[in-house]
């Protein structure tokens, strides 16, 4: 059965500051790794993906992924009020071929405090 | 680009009717589409992969003779929740898988049943 975990907080943190989002997940064969951004009653938002060990930069956002340790990371820098939401990490197997649903943890409620 | 969209976005229905929820990818064409679902404050799961042309796969514990999926075109998969109860309340989401983006996927906006 995979699995993934994460904090479900609430995490809060000042507005500028740099807001950290931890995940672990149980499957090792797991290939790639995504984190979704979901606000209260909306459906989620693809904002990183990454597949291979080490950093990936998007703007404000970095993914982490160290598969040895079986741990996936978002840091959110400059944090904004608007980036207050619900931070989804999710897995796809590295059991199927083709493509494979998500598995998602539970969420990280990430409060911006202004 | 990666847009999905779903219809209706809202429903409620009475325990005993059918109720049939539509995912298009409007500008990309998937040849997989996935339906998940979740409940207040809890994670999306898992429901089915559909693939255009043949059988969905279900999840362990989804059963398939309620959750009828179609996936006629490479831009349209349906859910029909058949007899809904209303445990079957939920939010309905799908979602698209983006060919060569390293399985990136792509949600809809979702669907709220309400069974009464």
């Known amino acids: 059965q995979k699995e993934v975990e994460q904090n479900s907080g609430p995490l809060s943190v000042p507005e500028g500051a740099i807001a950290s989002l931890n995940c672990t997940y149980s499957?090792?064969?797991?290939?790639?790794f995504f984190w979704y951004r979901q606000y209260s009653g909306k459906s989620p938002e693809l904002i990183m993906s990454?597949?291979?060990?080490g950093d990936k930069e998007d703007g404000r956002f970095t993914a982490q992924l160290n598969k040895a340790s079986q741990y996936v990371s978002l840091l959110i820098r400059d944090s904004q009020p608007s980036d207050s939401a619900t931070y989804l990490c999710?897995?796809?197997?590295?059991?199927?071929?083709?493509?494979?649903?998500?598995?998602f943890g539970k969420g990280t409620h990430l409060i911006i405090q202004p | 680009g990666a847009v999905v969209s779903q219809h209706p976005s809202r429903v409620i229905c009475k325990s005993g009717t059918s109720v049939k929820i539509e995912c298009r990818s409007l500008d990309f064409q998937a040849t997989t589409m996935f339906w998940y679902r979740q409940f207040p404050k809890k994670s999306l799961m898992l429901m089915a992969t559909?693939?255009?042309?043949?059988?969905?796969?279900?999840e362990q514990g989804v059963e398939k003779d309620k959750f009828l999926i179609n996936h006629a075109s490479l831009t349209l998969s349906t859910l029909t929740v058949t007899s809904a109860h209303p445990e079957d309340s939920s939010f309905y989401i799908c979602s698209a898988d983006l060919a060569g983006s390293s399985y990136e996927q792509y949600f809809g906006p979702g669907t709220r049943l309400t069974v009464t």
């Open positions: 559909s693939n255009e042309g043949s059988k969905a796969t279900y």
């Open positions: 999710a897995v796809i197997g590295g059991s199927g071929g083709g493509a494979d649903g998500l598995t």
């Open positions: 990454i597949y291979s060990n």
């Open positions: 499957d090792r064969g797991s290939q790639s």
